[in-house]
């Protein structure tokens, strides 16, 4: 299993700023994702964060507005870019081990924009 | 291609009664298939899998599950409820061979006293 800490755990902000979240394994993992869940719904990919090269987005996500690193096999950040009210939602950091078959969780960063 | 539908957002059970809450997955390839729980202000919690192998999986907190192939479900079931089941509970599925995790919309589980 793996251990995911995401830093902020919550946050209000301004619209128009940017919002860097964080998030830490405990081990060495395969795979990271990004995902967002807006109030009420599911859970939605973002990316999918790729170490050591650019994330791969998917349909409706863009880079520039949300850019993400990975430096190493345990860390990440999604950037929350220009930010606006529709932007306000829970975003949730996961990743999976290479021979692992599910994906473990954050506690998720609950942003709210204003 | 994969996909999840949850029947029911919503499900109210007594305390103490059957707990059944439902699943049916597409997928062009043999899936994994995932049951989440989340409780209010956290992350998911992974209450049980199906990879391969007996169909009727065991998980958490006296949940289980059962695969069907024939019908395409993956329906969770506890036979007791209790307080303390009251959360969100999403199921997913994840093709063979597919990196990424499908979600369903979720149900939202009430226990009433």
């Known amino acids: 299993s793996a251990v995911i800490s995401q830093k902020p755990s919550r946050d209000i902000c301004q619209r128009g700023t940017s919002l860097t979240i964080q998030c830490q394994v405990d081990?060495?993992?395969?795979?990271m994702f990004w995902y967002r869940q807006q109030p009420g719904q599911s859970l939605t990919l973002i990316a999918t964060?790729?170490?050591?090269?650019?994330?791969?987005?998917e349909s409706g996500f863009v880079i520039d507005k949300f850019p993400i690193s990975r430096p190493n096999l345990t860390f990440s950040t999604l950037t929350v870019s220009n930010m606006s009210p529709e932007d306000s939602s829970i975003y949730l950091c996961?990743?999976?081990?290479?021979?692992?078959?599910?994906?473990?969780f954050g506690q998720g960063t609950r942003l709210t924009v204003v | 291609a994969q996909s999840v539908t949850q029947l029911g957002s919503h499900v109210s059970v007594s305390e103490g009664a059957l707990v059944l809450l439902r699943c049916n997955y597409s997928s062009s390839v043999p899936p994994y298939l995932f049951w989440y729980v989340q409780y209010p202000n956290q992350g998911l919690q992974l209450l049980l899998k199906?990879?391969?192998?007996?169909?009727l999986v065991k998980g958490i907190n006296g949940f289980e599950a059962e695969f069907k192939k024939s019908e395409t479900s993956f329906h969770l079931t506890k036979p007791s409820a209790h307080m303390s089941d009251a959360a969100e509970y999403f199921c997913a599925v994840r093709g063979f061979g597919n990196e990424k995790l499908t979600f369903g919309t979720g149900t939202r589980l009430t226990i009433i006293p």
């Open positions: 199906y990879t391969t192998g007996a169909t």
């Open positions: 996961s990743a999976r081990t290479g021979g692992g078959t599910e994906a473990f």
């Open positions: 081990s060495q993992v395969t795979m």
């Open positions: 964060a790729n170490q050591g090269s650019e994330a791969t987005y």
